[in-house]
């Protein structure tokens, strides 16, 4: 299973239930409101269930606050499209 | 061999309950009925502002005393992270106002979570040196004076409460009870009183249950020479229902033998493992010579297990 980085904007609006057209490659926890701690692990959990189980034996995704970062994590696991 | 049994176990809560659908109507923007799907709690308890540790804890210890004579305790281990003051200790201000003797050994311990766990050991190994026979265990907190009215993720989890029992040897039981502690400093940041409140940064505290717990778990198994199947009760933590689902998974555990209570009193940090055990105690849940693991996990970052047979 692998995302796009489409994909992971797709988890963060879910997670976080956010228009998607008010996300994009630039967000993070510093410009959308609801991307605290308990929406970190919200996000957490929608990439988990996207990626059957992977996200969270990740444990650098923990400090992956931005998508920009989340997209670097995947990629250096080879869990990027 | 030398074990130890929990007795005259009681609790006291904060006053005030809140319910998630009275927080919601405080704070409509924070999504509390998704909140609420991950950390499962639907009520948490906060202190009045006359509340302390310490009145939590002579709540409490007095329940547990109805039924002990106060003259047998001969040491006071009070668990806290919230006093009053910083000093004097707890414990100290526990004997003078529970008239109990003076000469006794009386200290707190500096811990969140895992400090039931670890004040059990502490007090197993004074009663296998014969310094204590009947120790007055309590654990206190008051987190929810320490969290910013506008911190989402703590105040929709953190519960104040204290919990009390009395720990006496065990000289006719023939199991050596066992104990497996861990910490992680670095991870100090990731749960931390700053500036006067309470931070949490959830991801890095699940990540560091979600690793640790199962390696703690089955290092005290293969200590104990006990097989998983022969474990009645596992008492973990009540952190939320997100950490409890997914150490259960990991470690597989049946349901009829994971315990939970988070979801009607909240996280209520170093009681919420003797609540539990209070609770099932009270409903029979538990029986004399059944083998129960606990866990404690969080600020530190620290976390504690251990096996004991309920005497």
Redesign the interface.
Known sequence: MYLSDNDVIKCVSRAL?INIKKININSSYKNIE?W???G???I??ELDKSLKGKA?KL?A???AYSIKEIVKVLKSHKLLK | MIDFKIDNLSYQLGSLKISYNSLSKKFPSWDLKKVQQKTGIKFIYQSSENEDVLILALKSAKKTLKNFNKKNIDCIVVVTQTAKNKLPSTACLVQDKLGLNKNIISFDINLGCSGFVYALGIINSLLKNNLCTNTLLICSDTYTKFIHKNNRTCKSVFSDGASSCIISKNNKSNFTPNFNFYSDGSGGKDLIEKNGFIEMNGPEVYFFTTNTVPKLFNNILKKSKVKKENIDHFIFHQASKLVLDKLANILKIPENKMHTNYDQIGNTTSSSIPILLCELEKMNKIKKNQIIILSGFGVGLSAATCLIKWN
């Open positions: 239930e609801k605290d701690s308990l970190h692990l919200n957490l959990t969270f444990g995704l923990a400090k």
